[in-house]
């Protein structure tokens, strides 16, 4: 009897519950039912399809399984709602033995259900985060977008501003105009400088500063951040000492402009706060991490020192150490919230130690990268830029400068800026009358303003490239002039083909020492600025002598190309295929210079065939042709 | 009386259940609770006239590495594809389920149910999506399972249209 009992018991107790198959939709339970199925007593025949309308749904696959010898057959997981309000999740098995037909309903353990839960929790969560991010950088850019056209709103006036108090002052005054002038010209400059660190500011913060990691010279970076407060150290009587310790590396790769501002903030601020003593830049290894590269600044000074409580302050937005600082001193404090964030930004930290009436020593470390040659060898002249900026500016003898900007304002403001500095200027008021001016006249530089009507001055630009490209001139150098503060500026006049770009608000000083840097090549001896030559092209000969000539101008890459790698025999080859065609197509000119340069290349007289190159680069893009009517 | 099994199918989270339970009991929770295999409630009501018993089987949701089950769309009436607005996706999802049902099930009464009206603010899907939809015949109704707006008349309508659908089907057999 108590085997029954256990037999009986047994669905229960594994918690499966079992029945037999009465009638279509009729099954009796055997043994007792798991407290989990709601029916009532164990001897019932009941209609479970009707309880359970997945069974209904399983029912017509089911006969397979209750046929004699059938397979048994499984339904599908189906959840139920249990009495109590929690969830079963359960699955049935249909089965036939000894000519009988039975039908288990099982649970499944919860933790099929928690583990599916958990997984849609974390991918609804992560979806939920990326949308937040992607809400994040939706305003980040509206920010920034918001923030570049600003910049341009206001340098472009304020180029104006201190543009002419500068020409203004270059002009013969009464003390009192001169007076006027100079503080019009400082409080610009304040006001520029403001305007800058609120916009550098905005765009550390919103992560929009991408760091370069071009090679440096450490000790070129440092030069160039004292050279910028020299002369505001002077006039205070302080004196700059600066030092590299033994050892420390100075070829480093990094982002020598993000490191100077840094130096330069640190001074200004050092500068700011003492009245007499001696300011220091010093630079070691950081003496808690060894790795090459990894370094430690420190800018001290024997000023007024900052008290303890106020030591991590200095670095928040706005802030000085005392609020009444800011009227004695001036400034905003933004420079110390920048510069942490640059060196963040480089992989550092930035701290200060201070004693009130002593001074302070402002330190921080960088992660810098260390180029692989350490040694002096071929790279004197990169040192003797301070030398050349020691001359104070002096142009090119003869330069001949290609200014392209529609703005009248503009336009006069460089013209005066230039003015005695003996260089010859041409005038464009769009990309496209530049383009065609560059066309015809050799220039050493263009100053390109990026906005213009007609065509722009990346479209311009691009079109100047171009038209070298084609008639293998070197390139021009094209500095851009915009009002458009961020990288991504600098990243576009890049890809359009500028050499380099300055941001207006332009000043004379800028201006003189950019175009300081690059040689007056059109004026050298023995490169005449290059006349127009008009070749008329016969009759029946239009349609070939333009695809001619570009060939020719194509080539002219190929022969310094070649010349470069020391093959003579395509040099050769060009030329005497030149010299064949030229003529006959209407340039005897080509003929000759091409039967030159075959002798050169048969002679592998470099020199010649170089000089010979420039000619002929020089002839075809001096070319132009006009047809008989 | 007549029985509609209407099936509802789309990815997880879009609100499925809760609609379920908008619609059977009046209810709604914020929190989510996925749903494992199939649960199927009933509900009666009246449509055009005629007493329907709604055999509601709310479908698990699709997920990247388990699709819907459309073995068990076999003698569904009709189906409702559920979006969530918030979540783009979604959208692509229930295109391609209704392009599976087409194939592998064949053509069915449907309707789109965009979810979650009451965040619309934050709906990441533009609206030339619904109008290429609705151009393409796909009848769209806006839902929200938290304010009840549009889910009664949701499973109305596609009952209505399962109900026109047999007595267009029984006078085609007269």
């Known amino acids: 009897m108590s085997d029954d009992r256990a037999i009986r018991d047994l669905p229960a107790a594994l918690d499966l519950a079992v029945f037999e198959r009465v009638s279509d939709r009729v099954f009796k339970p055997l043994g007792l039912l798991p407290p989990w199925l709601k029916l009532t007593g164990s001897a019932e025949e009941t209609d479970l399809a009707d309880q359970f309308p997945m069974l209904e749904f399983f029912l017509p696959e089911f006969e397979a399984a209750w046929e004699p010898c059938g397979p048994s057959i499984t339904s599908d997981v189906w959840t139920e709602t249990d009495p109590r309000g929690g969830e079963q999740y359960l699955q049935a098995v249909a089965a036939s033995a000894g000519g009988r037909r039975f039908l288990v309903l099982k649970t499944l353990p919860p933790e099929r259900g928690k583990y599916q839960q958990e997984s849609h929790d974390f991918q609804l969560a992560k979806l939920e985060v990326e949308r937040y991010k992607l809400a994040a950088e939706r305003a980040n850019q509206a920010k920034t977008d918001f923030l570049a056209t600003m910049s341009h709103e206001i340098r472009t006036p304020l180029n104006a501003i201190i543009g002419m108090a500068d020409v203004l002052s270059a002009t013969e005054l009464t003390q009192e105009q001169r007076r006027c002038v100079e503080v019009s010209q400082r409080n610009g400059v304040g006001l520029l400088t403001l305007i800058n660190d609120i916009l550098d500011l905005s765009k550390v913060e919103s992560g929009h500063v991408e760091l370069e990691a071009t090679e440096m010279d450490l000790r070129e970076v440092i030069d160039r951040a004292s050279d910028v407060v020299e002369q505001r150290v002077t006039g205070k009587g302080l004196t700059l000492g600066k030092a590299i310790a033994p050892g420390v590396p100075v070829y480093l790769i990094g982002d020598p402009n993000r490191l100077r501002q840094v130096i330069i903030n640190l001074l200004g601020n050092s500068i700011k706060f003492t009245e007499k003593g001696e300011l220091r830049v010093t630079v070691e290894t950081d003496p808690e991490d060894a790795r090459p590269g990894c370094l430690r600044f420190a800018v001290s000074d024997t000023g007024i020192g900052i008290p303890p409580d106020k030591l991590d302050s200095v670095f928040e937005s706005f802030t000085q150490a005392d609020s009444s600082t800011t009227r004695k001193y001036g400034g905003t404090g933004l420079g110390l919230t920048i510069s942490k964030q640059l060196v963040e930004l480089m992989g550092g930290r930035i701290w200060v130690e201070s004693t009130v009436g002593t001074g302070s020593t402002f330190f921080f470390t960088v992660k810098l990268s260390v180029q692989q040659d350490q040694s002096e060898r071929s790279r004197a002249p990169a040192r003797d830029e301070k030398s050349a900026s020691a001359e104070q500016n002096r142009l090119a003898p003869g330069m001949r400068i290609l200014l392209a900007d529609d703005s009248d304002d503009n336009r006069f403001l460089i013209l005066s800026y230039l003015n005695k500095t003996g260089a010859a200027v041409d005038i464009a008021e769009d990309g496209d009358v530049a383009v065609r001016l560059f066309r015809r006249n050799p220039y050493d530089v263009v100053l390109m303003d990026v906005e213009m009507p007609v065509m722009d001055g990346h479209a311009a630009t691009r079109e100047i490239r171009r038209f070298e490209r084609e008639t293998g001139a070197e390139p021009t150098t094209v500095l851009a002039l915009t009002a458009h503060a961020f990288l991504d500026a600098w990243e576009k006049a890049r890809e359009s083909g500028f050499t380099d770009l300055l941001t207006k608000p332009i000043r004379k000083t800028d201006l003189l020492e950019a175009l300081s840097k690059y040689p007056a090549r059109s004026a050298q001896p023995g490169a005449p600025a290059i006349p127009r030559v008009t070749v008329m092209v016969e009759a029946g000969m239009e349609d070939v002598v333009p695809g001619y000539l570009a060939k020719r101008r194509a080539e002219v890459a190929v022969y310094r190309q070649a010349l470069a790698d020391g093959n003579f025999e395509t040099i050769r080859m060009l030329a005497h295929k030149t010299k064949g065609t030229g003529a006959g197509y209407g340039f005897p000119v080509l003929t000759e210079l091409g039967a030159v340069l075959e002798k050169a290349a048969q002679r592998r007289d470099a020199g010649e065939i170089r000089t010979r190159t420039d000619e002929l680069a020089g002839y075809l893009a001096s070319v132009e042709l006009e047809y008989t009517k | ?174």
């Not at chain 2, 009046?26 to 009246?46: C, E, P, Q």
């Not at chain 2, 329907?52 to 089987?57: L, N, S, T």
């Not at chain 2, 393409?136 to 596609?158: N, P, Q």
């Open chain 2, 1 to 174: 009386m007549s029985k509609c099994k209407i099936c509802l199918l789309g990815s997880f989270g879009v609100g499925k259940t809760s609609l379920v339970a908008r619609f059977v009991r009046s209810d709604f929770s914020d929190k989510y609770h996925t749903t494992v295999g199939v649960k199927i409630d009933k509900k009666t009501l009246a449509v055009d006239g005629e007493e329907a018993i709604a055999m509601v089987w709310d479908m698990a949701g699709e997920e990247d590495n388990a699709p819907v089950n459309l073995k068990q769309l076999r003698d569904a009436s009709g189906y409702l594809l559920v979006v969530d607005g918030t979540r783009s996706s979604t959208l692509d999802v229930a295109r391609s389920i209704q392009d599976r049902v087409e194939t592998e099930i064949g053509k069915q009464p449907f309707l789109l149910l965009v979810n979650k009206v009451d965040l619309r603010e934050s709906w990441e899907i533009p609206d030339s999506a619904w109008e290429d939809l609705a151009a393409r015949g796909w009848t769209i109704l806006e839902t929200s399972a938290k304010t009840g707006e549009h889910v009664e008349e949701a499973f109305r309508t596609l009952t209505s249209r399962i109900l026109q659908a047999r007595r267009d089907a029984e006078d085609a057999d007269e």
